[in-house]
């Protein structure tokens, strides 16, 4: 066992890798009445062209999210029963980036914990529990597709990218999904669900040297070839300037995105992405201000960032009467900083204010479990990030928003109400 510590934030990381490839993540929590635990796979929604075994695979999009719905099924039974039976609360998620199962509970820790090595780590598909699941998932789709938010991201994605699989929607389509069969399942696990591409996450009580043995015995004694990726050739700028959908909706919702370029370190790439597009138009910018004083934004705006293999971008979302009046005024923005410089008081506050977002999501624990998922993919740790920020310098950020301000680098994705005729 390792231990990563760090004094400044009061934390510690216990983190060992086994001998078929799988790391363990365990952080204290001892006066956690609840425990986290997460099994996350390095395979997402993005992910469906690969190389395994010599063979080129092109998979349908949403195979990774149908595998998450799939692994829960077992040969003698359903794992979210089982899990309930034992009083935890199991679920799962999947990403553009990454596939994970975890469970929170307060007493049975190792016998949750079994059940969640064994399902995610042994598959079970059958022609019959296959063919059922396409309808559950058609419904689900159905649901996203009904939901403004999730339309317009899934626009402001399609705007920016013209080859990277990002520009799909996680789940895929009814009719993506509908050739989906246990084979290509198996593929699909076979090639991304091997130990060396999992992590384990722990964030409460436990017992380090408990967590491992059960490991060891539970997972597969070695680790199967990760499958090779292939994402395309992207072009340097959006595919398209502007996208529009129409739904039922009080007042339009929009998101603009910024193409970037792919990171040399994820990791820090996204800290220093959530930093600049918080200095172009954070709550605490003048340009938020002015523009929140126009009645052109409210308190639904949000700047963000957002990495993943192969790329990388900024989007600013919100609701407005006017999203082209609010794409205007954030491009001069970004065109005025590239030009003048970014003030160091507005990168200084940028930073104290993502320091503090950060430490709020490390007071819990599912969220600690997600962020280290989402660290040790990219190379690094979940707490990090306090490094990250104390050694950013404004010039990173403007190096960043320099890119953004380029020509043809940026997609208005709008979900304008519907019309009394199309309503």
Not at 388 to 393: G, H, I, P, S
């Amino acid at each position: 066992m390792t231990t990563i510590s760090y004094p400044h934030l009061d934390e510690s990381i216990q983190t060992t890798v086994l001998d078929n490839g799988l790391r363990i993540y365990c952080v204290p929590r001892e006066n956690s009445a609840k425990t986290f635990a997460m099994l996350a796979t390095d395979f997402g929604s993005i992910d469906c062209s690969f190389t395994l075994d010599g063979q080129k695979y092109d998979v349908t999009p949403g195979i990774a999210h149908f595998l998450e719905h799939k692994m829960f099924e077992e040969e003698d039974g359903n794992a979210l029963q089982k899990f309930t039976a034992l009083g935890a609360q199991p679920n799962a998620f999947t990403s553009h980036t990454m596939t994970a199962y975890h469970f929170t509970c307060t007493s049975r820790f190792y016998e949750c914990l079994e059940i969640l090595l064994r399902f995610v780590t042994t598959p079970f598909f059958t022609d019959e529990n296959v063919a059922k699941e396409k309808g559950i998932i058609g419904q689900e789709i159905g649901m996203l597709d009904d939901r403004p938010s999730w339309q317009a991201y899934v626009g402001v994605l399609e705007g920016l990218y013209a080859v990277h699989p990002v520009r799909i929607s996680v789940a895929g389509s009814k009719q993506t999904i509908a050739p989906i069969d246990p084979a290509i399942l198996n593929v699909c696990h076979r090639g991304f669900y091997s130990p060396a591409n999992l992590a384990l996450l722990v964030c409460g009580q436990y017992d380090f040297d408990k967590v491992v043995e059960l490991a060891e015995r539970i997972t597969p004694k070695e680790s199967a070839r990760i499958a090779a990726r292939d994402y395309g050739k992207e072009p340097e700028q959006a595919a398209q300037p502007y996208i529009q959908k129409n739904m039922v909706v009080s007042r339009p919702m929009f998101m603009l995105g910024c193409k970037d370029t792919v990171p040399e370190q994820y990791y820090q790439r996204q800290l220093i992405g959530e930093l600049a597009a918080d200095c172009v138009c954070g709550k605490s910018t003048v340009l938020y201000d002015t523009l929140y004083q126009q009645g052109l934004l409210d308190r639904t705006f949000d700047p963000d960032y957002f990495t993943f293999a192969g790329g990388s971008c900024a989007i600013f979302s919100g609701e407005s009467e006017h999203p082209q009046a609010v794409q205007e005024a954030i491009e001069a923005e970004m065109r005025r900083i590239a030009a003048e410089g970014l003030e160091e008081a507005v990168f200084s506050r940028a930073k104290k204010s993502a320091y503090g977002r950060y430490i709020r999501r490390s007071s819990d624990a599912s969220e600690v479990c997600r962020m280290q998922a989402e660290a040790c993919f990219s190379g690094a740790q979940c707490f990090d990030f306090a490094d990250v920020l104390r050694n950013a310098k404004a010039e990173d950020a403007l190096e960043r928003i320099r890119q953004w301000a380029k020509d043809g680098m940026v997609s208005l994705a709008v979900v304008a109400p519907k019309k009394e005729a199309e309503a």
